[in-house]
């Protein structure tokens, strides 16, 4: 049965079968059943076709309220230890945490699925990138609790009067609370015995930035191939990953790096994670497909090689290095029960003593915040144009030579119907310039593969990189509330200095990790568009050259007439 829906994300088609919603547009829904994470309905437009299902919220009328399927009341009764679930994902991490791995299914022997889960009060908060993680509140009986060690209180009074706590964020839902920075920045994350990894924060010339990865390296993505198991009952993809430092390649499909993703959205709460290039629903294996996958994630995992934080992730060198299945499976499970994760993560950051006034971080972090959402909607303008081009490219440059050719040819062939008065040398070379203006609209329509596709390649990626910040920013603006409020409790009697001092502290921290990410984001952009803008030039002369040498061709044929 149909139903109404309203958009919350803007969704550009790639495909055929697909089509494009715009942001609070109307849409109908043919059938509430997604399939494999796609719904099939209809826009405002009168457009057909499928579109993801987590960029649509479905309306519908409840009697006692007016809510839509996204509204969500946590129940009361809950307390303390309720779980609250995420709302506020961005668009490509919802894509990644609700559509159905196209390569997984039950027959899989990947991994026996069986998840082991910290038992923290029975709470679990995901990322600020925005992924919604498992709750340990669930009934899945693959999912195990296992018991934490003791922990001491970080940053813990020692006074014998307490000031009186600031208050919790009533929103739930927010980033700042499910993320676990609140409970950071407030006190309230244990301090490990013992944290075996750390990552620094260095004062650079324009501010906090990551210290730099002592090896360095690169990693190659080549060869997809299609794969059989079960007699051929599944069929997969499969690439060949081969990093630079080792030079041992190991052999990963899709679901792999969407394994690596969803944890390095687990871990790294104030790091913009790329994200992985999307899913399809269908063509999968089409190899135009699978070209254009191979290009996106070779742009992703150079990404992850040039961070300095992330290319140093135990998860990562395990999927650059493991070949062997047993080992892997270890290594996946030891991944999984990793403690340092999400506000954790925040313990592990060694930063400069330098001092930095909190005014000047929040507009420092303003700043950004209003260039974010400019380069932003530039990002978005530009794959808007760009795709345009291709349409054209593809379709209406091309049929616009080959009509002119055609002509061209007509031409020729009127003049040769009076043999007495005909020119078998000039009807050779007015039929030659018509053939000529066909082979230049084949040009057109092969060029895209070789300047805009890659274009589009790399903006895909950044803007995966900056709907990352709103919620990264969002953790600043919260720890920056808390810091004014603990001050404000402090000038009236309410809270103890020392209390105060800890939260200033902790903001502190998360302000260098945002200031270093931003720093990062900054240095990447630089080289990567201009290599982008290079690439692309260098492929237009090239191809305008091509042309040219046609015309030239062409024009020669006239001289010796």
């Keep these: 049965m149909s139903v109404k829906a309203k958009a919350i994300y803007t969704f550009l ?17 043919f059938d509430e059943n997604s399939v494999d994470g796609w719904f099939q309905g209809e826009n405002s437009r009168g457009e ?13 009328t409840r009697s006692n309220s007016n809510m839509t399927d996204s509204s969500i009341s946590p129940p009361s009764s809950l307390g303390k230890a309720s779980y609250f679930p995420s709302t506020q994902n961005s668009p490509s991490h919802l894509q990644q945490s609700y559509y159905d791995d196209e390569d997984d299914d039950d027959w899989d022997d990947w991994d026996d699925r069986s998840t082991v889960v910290e038992d923290a009060d029975h709470t679990s908060s995901p990322g600020a990138n925005g992924h ?40 739930r839902f927010s980033s700042f609370v499910r993320s676990g920075v609140e409970a950071f920045v407030l006190g309230d994350v244990p301090m490990m015995a013992k944290i075996a990894e750390s990552y620094t924060i260095e004062m650079g010339s324009v501010g906090p930035q990551w210290k730099e990865s002592p090896q360095p390296f690169s990693c190659s993505i ?6 059989t198991k079960f007699k051929g009952i599944k069929t997969y993809i499969s690439y060949r990953v081969t990093p630079s430092h080792t030079g041992r390649p190991v052999y990963r499909r899709y679901k792999h790096f969407d394994w690596l993703y969803n944890r390095l ?66 290594g996946k499970r030891r991944a999984e029960k990793d403690e340092m994760v999400g506000a954790h993560f925040m313990l592990t950051l060694q930063f400069p003593k330098e001092h930095q006034d909190l005014q000047d971080v929040e507009e420092r972090v303003d700043t950004f915040k209003a260039f974010a959402k400019k380069m932003d909607d530039s990002v978005m303008q530009l794959m808007h ?52 203006y066909e082979n230049i609209g084949e040009l057109f329509a092969e060029q895209p593969k070789y300047d805009l596709f890659h274009m589009l390649d790399k903006l895909s990626l950044y803007q995966g990189l900056l709907a990352n910040f709103p919620d990264i920013i969002h953790l600043q603006k919260g720890a920056f509330a808390k810091v004014k409020e603990s001050q404000r409790m402090t000038d009236e009697g309410k809270m103890d200095q020392d209390e105060a001092d800890g939260i200033r502290k902790r903001c502190r921290t998360v302000g260098f990790a945002l200031q270093a990410e931003m720093s990062h984001f900054h240095q990447r952009r630089e080289v990567d568009f201009k290599d982008m803008m290079q690439a692309y030039l260098r492929e237009q002369i090239a191809f305008y050259q091509r042309v040219v040498q046609q015309l030239e061709r062409t024009l020669r044929m006239y001289d010796c007439l």
């Design 48 to 60: 057909r076709g499928l579109f993801p299902a987590s960029y649509v919220e479905i309306i519908r």
């Design 385 to 436: 144009v760009a795709s345009e081009l291709v349409r054209k490219h593809l379709g209406g440059f091309r049929k616009e030579f080959q009509r002119l050719g055609n002509a061209f040819q007509s031409i020729s062939q009127a003049f040769m119907l009076d043999p007495p008065h005909s020119s078998e040398a000039l009807n050779s070379a007015i039929s030659h310039t018509g053939r000529t």
């Design 222 to 227: 080549e060869d997809p191939t299609k794969q």
């Design 132 to 171: 919604a993680h498992q709750s340990p509140m669930s009934n899945n009986p693959n999912v195990h609790y296992r018991a934490k060690p003791h922990m001491e209180r970080q940053d813990s009074i020692s006074s014998s009067r307490k000031g009186s706590m600031v208050g919790r964020n009533l929103n």
């Design 265 to 330: 959205l687990h871990k790294f709460t104030v790091i913009s994670v790329p994200h992985l290039p999307e899913k399809q629903a269908t063509g999968r294996f089409e190899e135009d497909f699978i070209e254009k996958r191979k290009r996106r994630l070779i742009l992703w995992m150079n990404h992850m090689t040039s961070h300095p934080v992330l290319s140093q992730y135990e998860g990562f060198e395990h999927f650059l290095m493991c070949a062997d299945d047993k080992q892997w499976k270890l």
């Design 13 to 29: 088609s790639e495909n055929k079968e697909e089509i494009s919603i715009q942001e609070n547009e109307e849409l109908v829904i």
